[in-house]
């Protein structure tokens, strides 16, 4: 039986729309064995609740690895432990397809790079921003031509001297319906917004200028469409500010918000149904090994 282990990420990292992203301290777990039929448990139960048929994603990573490398599938049984919040903007579709492409990668023997598997996991997630850090751990800078991923792992010192909260609130937001509140185009002045700042964020992480962060974290093609979905979100980065924050961002589509700190007492007024949660960065990966149960 082969284990695979796989971060949380938060993706579109501040104005890094589709392009940045970095793994957090939270992960999941899948244990999965060639079988001759389907077999899923879930030890983690989630709302909405984890298929556990042939709809599972992971299920359907691992099928659709045999089948594009021409392998015969005999089935498989897995054990899911999903610590990652579903539909939160924490990359639980991107460690799911992850996992079970080095899942599928160990079972059968094909003995792809992880290169070959990142670069399955971005054209399947279609951006990178949550499939290289889950794949590759830390900060990653990436872009899409065609099918292809071209990327780089973000060196960034002093990031150990910062603090993650994740502000979780107790609703989804699905990623298609915040998709679809974004515009089709961009004015010019938004479009050299957000580059001047993705630009100052990548610059500012690899030197460890954290005084920088407030700008540099600034956005304007994403978080401004998607507060109309998330009730009270410019009060609670009024609110964050006011309690000591560096910056805070949208993470990925959301609803989840993260704020920067460098304080562990970072403690802000969070409307009801809200919860704060310390996380790190996380330097790993995705790790797949043999284990015996």
Known sequence: ???????????????????????????????????????????????????TDED????????????????????????QEDNIPLTRGLGSSA?????????????????????????????????????????????????MRGQRLYCSRLDAPGLDRLNFALLIPDFPLPTEKARNVLPSSYSREDAVFNASRAAL????????????L?????????????????????????????????ATFLSGAGPTLISVTKDLRFCPSLPSGWKLQFVAPSAEGAVCENITL
């Open 1 to 51: 039986m082969i284990k695979v282990t796989t971060p949380a990420t938060t993706a579109n990292l501040g104005p890094g729309f589709d392009s940045i992203g970095m793994a957090l301290s939270v992960t999941n777990t899948l244990c999965a064995e060639e079988s001759d039929s389907l077999s899923i448990e879930v030890r983690m139960p989630q709302v909405p609740p984890i298929p």
């Open 56 to 79: 599972n994603l992971i299920y359907k990573t691992i099928k659709g690895f045999y089948d594009e490398l021409g392998f015969s599938f005999p089935g498989v049984h897995m054990i």
């Open 95 to 143: 460690a799911c397809v992850v996992s079970g492409l080095l899942a599928a990668n160990a079972l059968s023997g094909a003995g792809l790079s992880k290169e070959d598997l990142l670069q399955m996991a971005a054209r399947l997630e279609g951006h990178p921003d949550n499939a290289a850090p889950a794949m590759l751990g830390g900060i990653v800078v990436g872009a």
């Open 201 to 212: 964020l990548v610059a500012a992480l690899a030197q460890g200028e954290h005084d920088l």
């Open 214 to 246: 407030e700008c540099a974290f600034e956005d304007r093609f994403h978080q401004p469409y998607r507060s109309a979905l998330i009730p009270n979100m410019a009060e609670i980065f009024s609110e964050c500010k006011r309690a000591g924050a560096l």
